[in-house]
């Protein structure tokens, strides 16, 4: 059964540095969403990318963050300046094209550790 | 903005009972509401979607049932495993990215 694939499974960086956290959705998705979750509370919604744009973000992403689709298969997350507040499980999720598939496939995370 | 409670941070219920599990919200109403269960440092995984125009749906042993006048949604699992203990998230669906609530820990006694 196709899955949606995250690396790295963790990632411990120290504050300050860039982070790249790499996704390779379902081969036939055509939207595509990074969520994170703080440990011990909810999934937080981050931004939506559809027809290699920005659909949707929220608050949460600011300038710090952008995301990239550099070839056909990857969706990456980038965070330029790490502050400690980063760490958290960082999600990767897609869903077909279509008004009504609504079911988003959700990676199994990356944990992102800020030193 | 919404919000979107979850009936207590956790439930315990005996294998072969049924669990029902609330989810409530304010403002509108999305468009859909769908349920996921997440395994701890696991990713969501789906398991329904109920839309605005919908009263109830089921999959094998599961029973969503959405109230729009209320504003709330309710979610069973009947004759409970152990295999079914995980947490479960309510996420509200505007077509444009899922709002989750904060989940309802399930512990399914054997």
């Known amino acids: 059964e196709p899955e949606v694939t995250q690396t790295p499974s963790h990632q411990v960086t120290q504050m300050g540095q860039e982070v790249i956290l790499r996704c390779v959705p379902i081969s036939n998705h055509l939207y595509f969403y990074w969520y994170r979750q703080i440990l011990g509370q909810k999934v937080e919604f981050l931004v939506s990318f559809y027809n290699n744009e920005i659909s949707e973000k929220s608050e949460i992403f600011d300038d710090q963050f952008s995301v990239e689709r550099p070839d056909g298969s990857n969706f990456t997350l980038k965070i330029r300046s790490t502050k400690l507040e980063d760490s958290a499980m960082y999600f990767c999720?897609?869903?077909?094209?279509?008004?009504?598939?609504?079911?988003?496939?959700f990676g199994p995370g990356t944990r992102l550790t800020v030193l | 903005s919404q919000k979107i409670e979850q009936n207590s941070e956790a439930l315990n219920i005996q294998e072969g009972k049924t669990a029902t599990l609330t989810c409530n919200y304010t403002n509108y109403s999305p468009a859909y509401l769908q349920w996921y269960r997440q395994d701890p440092g696991r990713g969501p995984v789906f398991l329904l979607l109920?839309?605005?125009?919908?009263k109830e749906k089921r999959k094998e042993r599961l029973k969503v049932t959405f109230d729009t006048t209320l504003k709330q949604s309710l979610f069973h699992i009947t004759a409970s495993q152990p295999a079914d203990s995980a947490t479960y998230l309510c996420a509200l669906d505007d077509r444009r990215a899922l709002t989750f609530g904060s989940g309802t820990r399930l512990q399914v006694q054997p």
């Open positions: 999720a897609s869903r077909e094209q279509g008004w009504d598939n609504n079911e988003q496939f």
């Open positions: 109920i839309r605005e125009n919908e």
